[in-house]
């Protein structure tokens, strides 16, 4: 599993950084998505799912491997 983010697009909604704390995190500045593995290991890969599930903005996409 590849994960991206387009920090261009992101809502800045925190999202994702509930359903995968370790795989996103947010900048202090604006809350605009920062990708902090963007490999992450397989017992991270429901949350990692949830995550762009739930994104608003489409921002977070997933590139299985």
Not at 16 to 26: K, S
Not at 37 to 56: F, G, I, K, S
Request: with cysteine.
């Amino acid at each position: 599993m590849k994960v991206t983010a387009d920090q261009d697009i992101c809502a800045s909604s925190g999202q994702c950084v509930g359903f995968a704390p370790r795989v996103f995190d947010q900048r202090d500045e604006d809350g605009v998505v920062v990708l902090l593995d963007q490999n992450p290991p397989e017992e991270l890969a429901d949350a990692v799912r949830q995550a762009v599930r739930v994104c608003p903005s489409g921002a977070i996409q997933i590139v299985e491997e």
